[in-house]
């Protein structure tokens, strides 16, 4: 039997278009139940590669003859190893290319919506981080809200459109990845935008991101509208796109709201956090679709893919945005939070511009779940 190669392309239509897949993680127990590829209808079996290098003859009667079967592993080749052994017993199977590295790494973009005048709004969605990523396009011309590192995904993409990148934003100093935005715009002559009050300590140049900062995007004159939205940093801010999409950041999610202790000031930016979700959005209209920056988990994807929600919904099931007693809001979001990020303060530091790490490096500070959220 052949032994298949399959792209971290083609496992993200599977997670996407809802289909069954089995996979054979042979990676350690702890990386497995830290973070593996989620799939609404995916099963797993999770075998550390090193024992099954007497052979895999034990293992056979739980893989499954009648599905899809994948192989996986940290990079690859106990991936491939494994899937050999699995082909010479009989069985077709396939490896991932790449293995979670390319996993992690791995962008797709699906349209959100059309916009005025024949705009478009496309959600780059990173399956393996859980990281969210925007492009703008009208008449020719792009904005990029919170772009992750891998930016030939943005550049090829706008390329393939053939429209120009014009504009860049970060909504907030990210701690759980690597921001492609100042390199977006360095080699596009792009504008990068980054709100002051996250940049006093940055090494590099950048356009201010003020409250009420708006930008118009192509002839048919979109509005990229900022709004102040402090809580999980100092500087987070928002934007409302069209009259239509609320790009939310890191401060609100579909189902949680967003931490604020990534800078190691929980108690001062507990308040701020408050007023965001309990006072200035709620003076936005109940109609406008949240686009967050990041999802937690994969059944916060709609049927298309694309994570978003109208912010109506947010307010009467998102248990965050519903808690009455300030007290227990301030308990909530300060004394019961997940671990945090993987490399969080190696990665502010980075965005900062104060190092830079070669590209292993930044796998590494990258590897594993985004932790942006209060669970």
Known sequence: MSVLKWSAAEVAK?????EELFILDVRNADAFEDWKIDGRKFEYLNIPYFELLDGVEDILPEIPANKDVLVVCAKEGSSLM??????????TVAYLAGGMK?????????????LTGGGELYQFVRLGKG????????????????????????????EEKNV???????THLHADHISGGRHIAATTG????????????VVFDYTPLLDGTAVQVGASRIDVGAIYSPGHTIGSTSFIVDNKYLLTGDILF??????????GLAEDWVGDLRETLYKRYRELSDDLIVLPAHFMMIDELNEDGTVAKHLGQLFAENHGLNIKDEAEFRSVVTEHLPPQPNAYQEI?????????????????MEIGPNRCAVR
């Open 131 to 158: 990281c969210l990523s925007y492009m703008v396009i009208s008449e020719g011309e792009v904005a990029i809200i919170d772009a992750v590192r891998f930016t030939e995904a943005f550049t090829s993409f706008a």
């Open 82 to 91: 494994i899937a050999e052994m699995l082909s010479e017993a009989g069985r």
């Open 14 to 18: 599977k997670v996407i278009n809802n």
């Open 348 to 364: 502010r530091q980075v965005n900062m511009g104060k190092i830079t790490p070669t590209q292993d490096e930044q796998t590494e």
């Open 254 to 263: 579909i189902d949680s709201i967003g931490r604020p202790d990534l800078a």
């Open 102 to 114: 390319t996993w992690s790494e791995y962008l797709e973009p699906i349209k959100v919506g059309d």
């Open 164 to 170: 120009n990148i014009k504009y860049v934003f970060d």
């Open 190 to 201: 792009a504008t990068y935008y980054l709100p002051p009050k996250d940049a006093e300590e």
